[in-house]
């Protein structure tokens, strides 16, 4: 993108009910928009806000590992096969 900055470190305000304000230059370098969903990831004294691809962003990028979809049906059958088994132990 054309004349935007790399990263940015600022302030940002949180509201009575715990909603955080953001700058528009932190938006547009982070790629929010609204309306969307992102991941929060929190920790002690911090919270990192990641936002979720679309679709679409996610078919423009290269493919990491190209597999069969019957080696997938392979790969979710073993991890269901997995999480039952975890399941009856707890």
Partial sequence: MKGIKKGVVTRARVGKK???YT???VREISGLKAPSKVI?????GEIRVKTIPSIEEL???KPV???SFE????IIEKMQRELTIDRKED
């Fill in 71 to 74: 080696e997938a049906e392979e």
């Fill in 18 to 20: 715990g909603e955080i």
């Fill in 59 to 61: 078919l423009r990028e």
């Fill in 65 to 67: 590992l190209k597999i």
């Fill in 23 to 25: 700058t528009k230059d």
């Fill in 40 to 44: 929060l990831i929190a920790k002690k």
